[in-house]
């Protein structure tokens, strides 16, 4: 099998999955129909939209449920980590162990890494992590407790409504209005 894409609907808008025989290439986190495609296509740029088989269904209905506020454990979904560096395979590792509901900072990555000099490094991985929701970047925050570095698709806005949705900030009132 060959790399093959699917788009499907979320609350947050239209939202794309790559695949292929070794797992899960990339996810697009929700936005327009055509920037969905746009954007998962720069990651599997061969793909060819497919219908999912069995296991990326699940994968996609346990995405559009953690964004309707129904939380999933996505520890077990298949990454195809082929073209990632060691680096950042390390920092998705440690990201992937962050529970549903909490929250690490950059720095605290980087000391279980080894070296809380790594920080911006972390950072750096995270703005490019292929796979937003399953390796959840969301939960990544600054040392102050801001919203910093979200490169998908709403940036901070969407980081702060996936964090309350999961119980991990208070519903705030102006939520909405919030950047």
Do not use: W
Request: glycine share 10%; charged share 25%.
């Amino acid at each position: 099998m060959t790399a093959a894409y699917v788009l499907f609907e979320t609350a947050f808008g239209c939202a794309a999955i790559a695949f292929g025989p070794r797992g899960v290439l990339a996810v697009s986190f929700p936005s327009t129909e055509d920037d969905a495609r746009r954007r998962i296509l720069r990651h599997a740029n061969d793909a060819k939209e497919k219908a999912p088989d069995t296991e990326i269904a699940a994968l996609i209905d346990d995405i559009a449920a953690s964004f309707r506020g129904e939380p999933r454990d996505f520890s077990a979904a298949r990454l195809d980590l082929g073209g990632v560096g060691d680096f950042e395979r390390r920092v998705y590792g440690q990201t992937r162990a962050i529970p549903i509901g909490a929250v690490s900072t950059y720095g605290e990555i980087a000391r279980a890494l080894g070296d809380v000099a790594l920080s911006q490094r972390v950072g750096q991985a995270l703005g490019r992590n292929p796979f937003p929701v399953i390796v959840p970047c969301h939960r990544v925050i600054g040392a102050d407790g801001r919203m910093t570095g979200f490169s998908a698709q709403g940036g901070t806005s969407a980081k702060r409504r996936l964090l309350r949705l999961e119980g991990a900030l208070a519903p705030d009132l102006f939520d909405s209005a919030a950047p």
